[in-house]
């Protein structure tokens, strides 16, 4: 069965620093990975995806994530962050079911930017 | 914009009465999921639907059923509300025709069961 595994529950990072999130996913068939983000006191929101074609995908807000097959991975990156990326971030995997598809979540990662 | 809509931001229920979770989404999805989620735990399924009067467990049912009579409602009903289904709960929908396989998620409940 598909599963993501999220390895660093919190990440604190000074302000304009680099941060890297860690995700890690088990599959046996082709896998659609995602990055979600939770700010505070809101729902989650798609921030990349990756389902084919060029390995390194990025989001509008400056952060990218890598699809490295044979590591199983797909760690979420920025080069320098900023407060308003303090959130909670979410790595899912596509798993299709007999009665449609679905996602399955890792346990989160909280980033903490700090001034 | 996709907007999932829930019923209520906070919700403060008894132990042992009937709680009724509404979900609306605007976006015609067949697919529409309920998650629960926990500090530490991150998002775990309830159960989803895929179409109309459909449904499918997902990895926490227990004390937990659904309702979907209309396309764009999806109910979460907790028939015997206890503490240890305090949470924040979490709607989402999607479409089964996209090749993205986004899920679009709603502002969230939270429910303090006392």
């Known amino acids: 069965a598909q599963s993501v595994t999220q390895l660093d529950s919190q990440v604190p990072v000074f302000e304009e620093a680099p941060v890297e999130l860690r995700c890690n996913y088990s599959?046996?068939?082709?896998?659609?990975l995602f990055w979600y983000v939770q700010y505070p006191n809101q729902g989650l929101q798609l921030l990349l995806k990756y389902l084919s074609g060029s390995t390194l995908v990025e989001s509008i807000n400056g952060f990218e994530a890598e699809f490295n097959k044979s590591q199983t991975s797909f760690h979420l990156r920025k080069p320098s962050v900023h407060i308003s990326d303090t959130a909670e971030y979410f790595c899912a995997v596509h798993v299709l079911t007999g009665g449609g598809n679905k996602l399955t979540f890792g346990t989160g990662t909280q980033l903490k930017v700090e001034l | 914009d996709v907007k999932v809509t829930q019923s209520s931001r906070y919700l403060v229920k008894r132990t042992g009465e009937k709680v009724f979770l509404e979900c609306v989404q605007d976006?015609?999805?067949?697919?529409m999921f309920w998650y629960r989620q926990d500090p530490g735990l991150g998002l775990r399924l309830i159960y989803f639907s895929y179409d109309v009067k459909m449904k499918e467990k997902g990895d926490i049912p227990e004390g937990y059923s659904v309702s979907r009579e209309k396309k764009e409602r999806f109910s979460l009903i907790l028939e015997s509300a206890s503490t240890n289904q305090t949470s924040m709960y979490l709607c989402a929908s999607s479409s089964r025709t996209a090749s993205s396989y986004e899920q679009y998620f709603g502002p969230g409940t939270r429910l303090t069961v006392t």
């Open positions: 976006m015609d999805h067949e697919n």
């Open positions: 599959s046996s068939v082709s896998v659609y």
